[in-house]
C-alpha cells in the first residue's frame, strides 16, 4: 500500500514532480546505519545525495 503522503500528491496529479529518496547515513557514535527518506521535488534530488 502507498504511504498517505506519495497517495496524496498523485490524486492532486503533481505525483511526477517528487520523488521518495532514501539515503542510508552513518551514525557517528555507534557506527551503525540508519535510512533517511524523504520526499523531495525532482529539481532537489542530487541536492538532497550531496548533504
Request: charged share 30%; hydrophobic share 30%.
Amino acid at each position: 500500500m502507498a504511504k498517505k503522503v506519495v497517495a496524496t500528491l498523485q490524486k492532486k496529479g503533481e505525483g511526477k514532480g517528487h520523488t521518495r529518496v532514501i539515503k542510508m547515513v552513518k551514525s557517528p557514535k555507534t557506527g551503525s546505519y540508519s535510512f533517511r527518506s524523504e520526499m523531495v521535488t525532482n529539481d532537489n534530488v542530487k541536492e538532497f545525495f550531496s548533504k
